[in-house]
């Protein structure tokens, strides 16, 4: 069977392959029409959509207004839809003859955040979390974009039946902030309870690009992202009698500077990583040694080995610098690596290409561009990491006015980024772009041969 699955999925691959080199004519000018005239048409609505979900916040595994919605307005449009798929998750299904099959997923959880931006319909919202706690909420990673996005989308190509032929799966997926959305909605069936996509389609809302800009990276986009805990442990005591105990902050600190020199002295220069000691909490009184010392890491890198790597020398390095303080076998640090990290998001490089022509041809040269990986984390990497090995393409859209972004250049300010509490995109021309991007790019998939 594992034998059969692999031949199956290098098949898939080469006929994947062998039909993104296929080359697509520019889209014909009355189809470019037809969709700027229904989204300019839409556009009242939908604006209204975003700035309502933009004031009613839900938080991860939390998105049951959010997801009503969307399954409302998706059966409304015709398609096959199923709730709670993955938690909270909504997946909608519509059949429009034989050709391939495109999924386009977009995110809906906010962020425990309290809103500081001046736009009228700032969130005001205290939810509850997983855990029953009161919590502020805001949309500060511009997910109330990306579902107002995917709804726009599916108006566009709802309309226009006519000019496309294939299976459109589009996915309301919930708790991208913690990373765990994606991988329950896989484990949950997406991939066997519904049609196995050709392709998946998601972008993302990104404060300090030009609203309404699209950047592309053929490749890694995202990065690895994997949450370590250290328990540096030792020996307390009294802080008059240092030398009757194994100090765990001066370990710990010790621990700190060397996991430093990761990156700088173990990885071949120019191999992009991130080591970082975000919390680091011990002790509750000054003249106390305490027992043990809690750090917490963030690990960012754009390759799986690199990210083994950064783990495996973590835990050398905080073993032996224990055992060269004197601290016993058995209180050893123990280091734990969080059981779901989110996986770096690797473009496909053929797909992502083929879409910057299409990007170019619907939005215009100068409002397309190549851009850097981030090392922030998405766990839409996941679509495309199961044995199905579906080629994936994430891409950015701007947010922020242009002349704000040119001003920023000008005088290098720091203009408000994702998961800032100043965050607030301009909604024109920024749904515009992303719903005439993700349009475009689905048609051209789902193009009659």
Sequence with gaps: MKRLMTFRTLAITALSAAALATATAAPDAALREAVAKKIAA?????????????AHPELSFMETRTAALVARELRALGFEVTEKVGNTGVVAVMKNGPGRTVLLREDMDALPLLEKTSVPYASKAIVKDLAGKDSPAMHACAHDSHVTTLLGTARVLASVKDRWSGTLIL???????????????????????FPVPDYVLGLHVWAGLPAGTVTYVPGPVTANVD?????????????????MTKDPVVLASEIVLALQTIVSRELEPGTPAVVTVGTFHGGTKRNIIPDEVKLELTLRSYDDAVAAHLIASIRRIAENLARAAGVPADRLPVVTAAET?????????????????????WLGEANVRSGQPLTVGEDFARYGRTTHRVPICLWLVGATAPAEVDAAQRTGTVLPGNHSPLFAPVPEPTLKGAITSLSAAALDLLAKP
Aim: proline residues 7%; glycine residues 12%; aromatic residues 6%.
């Design 227 to 243: 949450s370590i805990d250290i328990l540096v442990r030792g020996i307390g005591g009294h802080g008059s009698r240092p030398h």
């Design 341 to 361: 990290n989110t996986p770096v998001c690797a473009n496909n490089p053929a797909l992502t290409q083929r879409l910057a022509g299409v990007w170019r041809d």
């Design 171 to 193: 996915v309301g997926q919930p708790a991208e902030e913690i990373g765990a959305g994606a991988l329950a909605m896989l484990t949950d069936g997406l991939y066997t309870r």
């Design 42 to 54: 839409e556009y009242p609505s939908l604006e209204a959509i975003y700035k309502d979900l933009h």
